[in-house]
Nanobody
Framework: QVHLVESGGGLVQAGDSLRLSCAASGRTFSMYAMGWFRQAPGKEREFVASIGWNSSITHYTDSVKGRFTISRDNAKNTVYLQVNSLKPEDTAVYYC???????????????????WGQGTQVTVSS
């Protein structure tokens, strides 16, 4: 069982940056692949980025490549999403998710993840 808690969201202006954090409970965090997803009002949840257990594998959706960076610190049981050059269309609730890395390395499909956080709101004004 993994409990995930996101933080770091807020109200920012276009062009600003944020660092989202997702803290995981338990002593087996390094055994999990992690992902970030987001859901904007009236839209379906979409994949943002994912990272393998040892950071050797990362995936990004095209719309955030070059602006967002996913990373993890297994000693701190935390995965991060550095979000730069924010745009109004990045406004959404951002969720982190976890799945055992012996099942999937760094999946992009939300249905493959077993554990989810409660989300953190990111609002970007123009």
């Amino acid at each position: 069982q993994v409990h995930l808690v996101e933080s770091g969201g807020g109200l920012v202006q276009a062009g600003d940056s944020l660092r989202l954090s997702c803290a995981a409970s338990g002593r087996t965090f390094s055994m999990y692949a992690m992902g970030w997803f987001r859901q904007a009002p009236g839209k379906e949840r979409e994949f943002v980025a994912s990272i393998g257990w040892n950071s050797s594998i990362t995936h990004y959706t095209d719309s955030v490549k070059g602006r967002f960076t996913i990373s993890r610190d297994n000693a701190k049981n935390t995965v991060y999403l550095q979000v730069n050059s924010l745009k109004p269309e990045d406004t959404a609730v951002y969720y982190c998710a976890a799945v055992r890395s012996d099942r999937y390395s760094a999946p992009v499909r939300d249905s493959l993840y077993d554990y989810w956080g409660q989300g953190t709101q990111v609002t970007v004004s123009s």
